[in-house]
């Protein structure tokens, strides 16, 4: 009797105690679908009140909580029971936004009246947490402004702008090429609808890119201006950058020399020390996000899906980035850190030596199994030491893979591959590129490095759905680089 009260009474505290600033709302064993290895796993998953549900291959202790299997948020979801459920397996489908499309994680519980139990939880706690939202505005934003010494009076709008021409466009707005008024300087901006980033649980990422521009003051990525908004978009006014994607020029060229894939990997490897040693891992690493400078210089360009605060060691686990780029520890639902980068670059180089890349399909199913089953295949061309590099960027396990060391891109820069290389020359742009971009230098406004899909287009906007703005989760983008950064 008292052993049972006793365990009562040890069960209470665990259930109670909170997880870091949050308290338990239900915990418990359960099986979870992979999400690309679709096979059921047994999960002890936590659900906690601010919406974080967090799933552990063992029940955890106090020590272990930090080191959970899966995690993501419940705050905007929608929760579905299966119908076809048997008696041996009471299914559930918790279907969320993430970045430009529904996830939708399956789970089983073992009895009916616990699958109830957990998808009544997790609706109240959904609707609970869109109740309070409006009322947790974050204010770490304007301190980081005022830390970089932003100039917040100097207001800048749309009318100041003309636009010229488009240059791309996605789910959540459109990239202009753009002639400041007042002085006639061009720009590239990312216009982002308000409407679509809202709807599609977009504002912490968006922050998140504003933030992670304003810091990367370096030679090989693209540099930040201003940042503004309109009643109903986001703006980032960015360099223009001339020559255009990387991937622009591969198509055409099919592959790169080895001389040429080495100058921009070399390019790419300083860009993610320097991102790494600012704990931001970048998470997007592809040839679309490629840009040469009109001197024939890598620019890294789009840093919407970057994670900060992730030094070596840290992880993180969201399911996010281009799918062939995808390293093996993301489509495996393993925590991972830095190491994913290294993959990306891995892929990137691979793509220059030798024209395709090492995994594809059109089924995505297919693709993942590819990633994670099938050993790369090398090219009898390759040079011993390019090829060399490319296994050691593409090793599937993220703790033996080159660069994922604590020496991270130290091990890189020491391969034999880039033997010849003087770094300090490659950061202050000393080594001549090997390809100089077509440019028309007597029109800033060049846009042939593009693809006239986007540049033949018309530079309107595209309407907004109304009804759906708030414009207080966006009260500290504005943003006006230092005066000796602008038009540097």
């Known amino acids: ?102 996830v939708e994680r399956r789970f089983s519980s073992e009895t009916k009246a616990d699958r109830d139990e957990w998808v009544k939880v997790i609706s109240e706690t959904t609707h609970a947490l869109k109740l309070t939202t409006k009322k947790n505005i974050d204010k770490e934003n304007s ?97 223009y950058v001339r020559g255009g994607e990387l991937f622009f020029h591969i198509a055409k060229e099919r592959k790169f020399s080895e001389h040429r894939s080495r100058f921009y990997a070399a390019e790419i490897t300083l860009a993610l020390e320097f991102l790494h040693s600012n704990n931001v891992v970048y998470r997007d690493l592809k040839l679309e996000n490629l840009l040469l400078d009109e001197e024939g210089h890598i620019k890294i360009a789009d840093f919407g899906l970057c994670k900060e605060q992730i030094t070596y060691g840290d992880t993180c686990r969201t399911f996010c980035g281009t799918p062939e780029y995808l390293a093996p520890e993301i489509i ?43 050993e790369v295949k090398y090219p009898t061309s ?30 890189v820069k020491n391969h034999a591959f880039f033997a010849s290389m003087n770094w300090q020359d490659i950061y202050e742009k000393k080594v001549k590129p090997p390809f100089v971009p077509n440019i028309n230098n007597e029109h800033d406004d060049d846009t042939s490095n593009f693809d006239t899909m986007f540049t033949d287009e018309t530079p309107n906007f595209t309407p907004v759905n109304e009804g759906v703005l708030d414009e207080h989760q966006f009260t500290e983008f504005t943003y006006v680089a230092p005066q000796g950064d602008l038009h540097h």
């Not at 365990?7 to 909170?18: A, D, E, K, R, T």
């Not at 959540?172 to 901006?189: C, P, Q």
């Not at 220059?352 to 990633?371: E, N, Q």
């Open 143 to 239: 301190l980081l402004e005022e830390s970089l010494g932003c100039q917040t009076d100097v207001k800048k709008k749309l009318e100041d702008f003309e636009m010229l021409k488009v240059l791309g466009k996605g789910t959540f707005g459109k990239v202009f090429l753009a002639r400041e008024k007042a002085t006639s300087n061009i720009f590239a901006i990312k216009v982002l609808r308000k409407d679509v980033v809202i709807q599609k649980e977009e504002i912490a990422h968006t922050m998140t890119e504003g933030r992670v521009l304003r810091m990367s003051q370096h030679p090989f990525l693209t540099r930040l201006h201003y940042s503004f908004q309109t009643d109903d978009r986001l703006c980032f006014v960015m360099d």
């Open 332 to 374: 495996d639902d393993q925590d991972y850190g830095h190491a994913v980068d290294w993959w990306g670059l891995g892929v990137v180089l691979y793509e220059m030596l030798c024209g395709r890349l090492p995994f594809y399909s059109k089924s995505h199913d297919t693709l993942f199994d590819l990633i994670l089953n099938q």
């Open 382 to 411: 390759l040079t011993p030491t390019g090829k060399s590099i490319l296994m050691g960027l593409l090793n599937k396990n993220p703790s033996h893979r080159l660069g994922g060391s604590t020496r991270g891109a130290q091990d």
């Open 1 to 102: 009797m008292i052993l049972s009260v006793l365990f009562m009474f040890i069960s209470f505290l665990h259930y109670s105690f909170p997880i870091g600033m949050s308290n338990v709302i239900k915990e418990g064993w359960l099986f979870k679908r992979g999400e690309y290895i679709k096979n059921y796993r047994r999960r002890y998953f936590i659900l906690t009140d601010d919406g974080q549900f967090r799933g552990y291959k063992q029940q955890p202790t106090s020590k272990s909580l930090e080191m959970p299997e899966n995690d993501f948020s419940v705050k905007e979801c929608e929760v579905m029971i299966d119908a076809n459920a048997s008696k041996k397996f009471q299914k559930f489908t918790v279907r969320c936004l993430q970045y430009e499309t529904f």
